[in-house]
């Protein structure tokens, strides 16, 4: 069985950092974690789910226009283990956010950011 979960979510105030979590498991994570781009995507109240920043298997990390020089995405293989450092956040970025392996599939039950003064 396929699991990814999510942490790291909260509220925090404009300008602020949280650093997202997501923990992978399943056949095929345990032996090929480190072979599969994963990504992140978020989901805003009555908007359509969009994507955030992806990961390759050789650490090329990819980003949406909003996000870049505000997110990092990086992966520790040996903890099976994708991150995303959000710096200076925005109330715009508040939202659900989702990881996934690439091409999306299978989805975590997501980790909620919220921006907020």
């Known amino acids: 069985q396929v699991q990814l979960v999510e942490s790291g979510g909260g509220l925090v105030q404009p300008g602020g950092s949280l650093r997202l979590s997501c923990t992978t498991s399943?056949?095929?994570?345990?032996?090929?974690?480190?072979?599969?781009?994963m990504a992140w995507y978020r989901q805003a109240p009555g908007k359509q789910r969009q994507f955030v920043a992806s990961i390759s298997s050789g650490g090329i990390p990819t980003y949406v226009e909003s996000v870049k020089g505000r997110f990092t995405i990086f992966r520790d293989n040996a903890q099976n283990t994708v991150y995303l450092q959000m710096n200076s956040l925005k109330p715009e970025d508040t939202a659900v956010y989702y990881c996934?392996?690439?091409?999306?599939?299978?989805w975590g039950q997501g980790t909620q950011v919220t921006v907020s003064s």
């Open positions: 399943g056949s095929i994570f345990s032996r090929n974690f480190s072979r599969n781009a």
């Open positions: 996934t392996i690439l091409p999306p599939r299978y």
